[in-house]
């Protein structure tokens, strides 16, 4: 994985494709302050994007959960941090390892409140800046359209702020490979890291599921 001496992100070295296996998928808890975090630690995969963007979609896809996050048609539904628990048996480890996947609340809706979006906002950031179990943080964003200024200003203020950052281009399956390498290349130049590894994702067909895992599997061995 590729990265900009300005960014830091996971990496993807070492392991093999399909050298994790998910044994287990369940949700654990929903929150808008520390006190309603999980007590039992562990290490945390987190999820960022627009609303609509597919982050429900994703999560089960990744967890092979069906129904793990409830995909809503309607924008802006997912109003707490929701935490995730899944289970990951990977190659030369003898024991499961247990980590949390956390899905943050969409941003940019324009329909929700003002008041409401700060405060999603405070406890969004009070959770990405001090969490100690934070591993990095998937930055989703659609594949079918340039970034927008809201995906912009958050990717700039998670390498502000020194988050890993993994950006990830969901709805893969829409477009057909020529288009999405042309747009994987403007999403690069409008988010002004010129070798910044972009990984297309396909809910429907799975499409990236492996690598992410691979990714996934490397901080949880770390």
């Not at 089960?60 to 941090?81: C, D, E, H, Y």
């Not at 964003?141 to 998670?158: A, T």
């Not at 890993?164 to 288009?179: G, Q």
Request: proline content about 4%.
């Amino acid at each position: 994985m590729k990265c900009s001496p300005r960014l830091s992100c996971p990496k993807r070295e070492g392991l093999k494709l399909d050298s994790i296996l998910i044994t287990q998928g369940k949700y654990i808890a929903s929150a808008v302050k520390k006190e309603q975090y999980p007590e039992i630690k562990r290490k945390e995969i987190v999820f960022i994007g627009r609303s609509n963007v597919g982050k429900s979609s994703l999560i089960n896809s990744l967890s092979r959960t069906k129904n793990l996050a409830r995909v809503s048609g309607r924008p802006g539904k997912t109003q707490t941090i929701n935490f995730y628990e899944l289970g990951a048996k990977i190659l030369n480890q003898e024991k499961r390892i247990d980590f949390y996947l956390v899905d943050l609340p969409g941003y940019g809706y324009a329909h929700t409140g003002k008041r409401q979006r700060k405060i999603w906002a405070r406890f969004i950031e009070e959770y990405l800046l001090t969490s100690e179990e934070l591993q990095f943080v998937c930055h989703l964003m659609d594949i079918r359209h340039k970034p927008m200024v809201s995906d912009i200003e958050m990717f700039r203020w998670l390498l502000k702020h020194g988050l890993p950052v993994l950006v990830i281009a969901t709805k893969a399956d829409k477009l057909s490979r020529s288009i999405r390498d042309k747009n994987i290349a403007i999403m690069r130049q409008i988010l002004g890291v010129e070798d910044l590894d972009i990984l297309p994702y396909s809910s429907t067909k799975n499409e990236g599921r492996s690598e992410l895992l691979d990714v996934i599997a490397n901080v949880l061995i770390e």
